[in-house]
């Protein structure tokens, strides 16, 4: 049963709009989630980081936002642009030395 | 050279072959860690070492055996594979194994096992 979901497996946006990827989770115990992007022929790379006792973390044009109520949280990329089109994976963690579970991932693609 | 290299890049066998994946780090980091990625899946965590020492072994099947002769190279022999084995399989390093150290991730090993 997957933990961390990421149900859309795409999402297409215009140039210079936002993009948002959302991210839902079922296990409560999950106190720090990851966003991580990925480009063909390479490895995933870090985005951006939440602790559950924070609702939201900017980093440029990257924000998370975090809804522990609705075990959510989404990646909001403003503006976007046509460099931003990979595979975004979301992840979470339970604990200081805990693994990290990963969904899915999304495929954004952003349209000059 | 910097960051996670892994090598081969693309690798076919046989079921009875034997055959090893390579991850090398220049980070200067403690944790090296092996996940797989099959279609469609999530990333599996598969197995974790910290200081050259195992710390998890997520249930993998014993066909898969990891080696960690230094805090800077980490292996993953391969024998006896099936072809549901065929997967992206990724090398990342950390500092060390806490969650908030970031994971830097190799290019990733494409294998397929014919």
């Known amino acids: 049963d997957q933990q961390v979901k990421q149900n859309s497996p795409s999402l297409s946006v215009q140039e210079g709009r936002i993009s948002i990827l959302n991210c839902d989770y079922t296990?409560?115990?999950?106190?720090?989630f990851l966003w991580y992007k990925k480009y063909p022929a390479e490895g995933p790379t870090f985005l951006i980081s939440?602790?559950?006792?924070?609702d939201k973390n900017e980093d440029g044009r990257f924000t998370v936002f975090l809804n522990k109520s609705a075990k959510h949280l989404s990646l909001h990329i403003v503006p976007s642009q046509p460099g931003d089109s990979a595979v975004y994976f979301c992840?979470?963690?339970?604990?200081?030395?805990?693994?990290?579970?990963f969904g899915k991932g999304i495929t954004l693609s952003v349209r000059p | 050279e910097t960051g996670v290299t892994q090598t081969p890049r693309h690798l076919v066998m046989g079921m009875t072959n034997k055959k090893s994946l390579k991850c090398e780090q220049h980070?200067?980091?403690?944790?090296m860690y092996w996940y797989k990625q099959s279609a469609k899946k999530p990333l599996e965590l598969m197995f974790v070492?910290?200081?050259?020492?195992?710390?998890e072994n997520n249930s993998v099947p014993s066909r898969f055996s990891p080696e960690c002769p230094n805090s800077s190279h980490l292996f993953l022999h391969l024998h006896t594979l099936q072809p549901e084995d065929s997967a992206l399989y990724l090398c990342?390093?950390?500092?060390?194994?806490?969650?908030?150290?970031?994971?830097?991730f190799g290019p990733g090993t494409r294998l397929t096992v014919l």
């Open positions: 990342a390093s950390s500092q060390d194994t806490l969650t908030t150290d970031t994971q830097y």
């Open positions: 296990n409560s115990m999950f106190d720090y």
């Open positions: 939440i602790s559950s006792i924070k």
């Open positions: 992840a979470a963690s339970a604990g200081a030395n805990s693994k990290l579970t």
């Open positions: 980070l200067g980091h403690n944790a």
């Open positions: 070492y910290s200081l050259e020492e195992r710390v």
